[in-house]
């Protein structure tokens, strides 16, 4: 077992990565519980595998627990979900002190820490990632949140977990569509500011998506080390460094809200594709070289994520695009910040181009 931690001072919390993990999360668990009790909050499509070995793991330290399982889907990060998760965790006398272990993927885990935030004016919760795109990037750095009309995750709060437990061998029944969705996020750490680590995808991303075990557990390591780093210096994204984790997806919301927050395109597919747009516009800016931005969708496009407006099944002009990215929850004074790049590993921020420029490059896009 690894143990890495995100170090906020007195809010700091660890993350344990090992395989088998769930088996033995009672002994994790228990130390953080005032009473022996706890519930549990999962998915359709996580509850049958999962959520019978961690009931034995609490059972042998003495804890007991009840579970809710939603509906799977981003749907469910929604006011409907909200409603039913809040009124089941009152029903169950939730109080202060307990923790809410979220078992699933990214939707599970930010509906759960939203609810969290807001029940009883805040109470404890217990990350376990079940999927690629959580392990190495939602279950880590307390950003919580649902979805609306009028775009993702603009309901939210910053709400730190008590502890996050990785188990990497439940990768090995998560579909291959889900497990590419979650790689898009492993490659953005080394376009962010890790050129090293974007070479070692390259060589490995195949074994990896095919099931390596060691490839797994050194991307796992190494991306949630660089999300808690990344959290550790700018939790509240308030000095830009943060923001740098939103590489990709800016382009990446917009295209989900075009496909309507459907199955259609899974978060993970349009960061991929919001990754190669975030590097194409920089090279037709001057910025980034043509050559690293054909890198970048080359390699995308090599383990069949979306790498273009087509692949994602976007046919929208830019206008409509660019309308979606306005109500992006990063908006200041009017400007949209977007992640763009001097090339791999050399990611920034910026607010020189407006929504105007971004359609019209869009426009120019397949």
């Not at 550790?232 to 809200?257: C, K, W």
Request: proline share 3%; charged share 20%.
């Amino acid at each position: 077992m690894q143990q890495l931690t995100v170090d906020l001072g007195t809010r700091s919390y660890p993350i344990l990565i090992g395989d088998g993990l769930l088996g033995d999360i009672g002994r994790h668990v228990a130390p953080l519980l005032k009473r022996p009790r706890t519930m549990i909050v999962t998915d359709a499509h996580v509850a049958d595998p999962y959520r019978a070995r961690v009931g034995m793991a609490l059972g042998a330290e003495g804890i007991s627990f009840s579970s809710f399982v939603l509906p799977a889907g981003e749907a469910t990060k929604s006011w409907e979900g909200l409603a039913r998760l809040t009124e089941w965790l009152i029903g169950e006398g939730i109080e202060r002190s307990d923790h809410v272990i979220a078992l699933g993927g990214g939707v599970i885990g930010d509906l759960v820490g939203f609810a969290c935030s807001i029940v009883k004016r805040g109470c404890s919760f217990i990350q376990v990632p079940t999927t690629l795109l959580a392990q190495v990037d939602s279950s880590v750095g307390g950003k919580t949140a649902i979805n609306v009309a009028a775009g993702k995750n603009l309901i939210g709060a910053f709400h730190q977990p008590a502890l996050v437990v990785i188990d990497p061998t439940t990768l090995a029944t998560l579909p291959a569509r889900e497990l590419g969705a979650g790689y898009a996020e492993v490659v953005k750490y080394g376009l962010i500011d890790d050129a090293g680590f974007f070479a070692w995808c390259e060589a490995h991303g195949a074994a990896l998506l095919k099931g390596d075990s060691k490839a797994r557990a050194h991307a796992i390591a190494h991306s949630v080390a660089a999300k808690a780093r990344i959290v550790a210096a700018d939790e509240r994204e308030t000095q830009d460094v943060r923001a740098l984790l939103n590489l990709g997806h800016s382009f990446g919301h917009a295209l989900e809200a075009e496909t309507g927050y459907s199955d259609r395109l899974l978060h993970g597919e349009a960061v991929a594709a919001g990754m190669v747009l975030a590097h194409q516009f920089s090279a037709a800016k001057g910025l980034c070289p043509a050559e690293d931005a054909a890198r970048v969708r080359d390699h995308l496009a090599s383990l069949g994520l979306p790498h273009s407006l087509a692949s994602a099944g976007i046919n929208s002009g830019g206008a409509a695009l660019a309308a979606h990215m306005a109500h992006d929850k990063k908006v200041r004074g009017g400007k949209l910040p977007l992640i763009l790049t001097r090339g791999i590993g050399r990611s920034f921020v910026t607010e020189d181009y407006g929504l105007d420029t971004v359609a019209e490059f869009l426009d120019g896009q397949s």
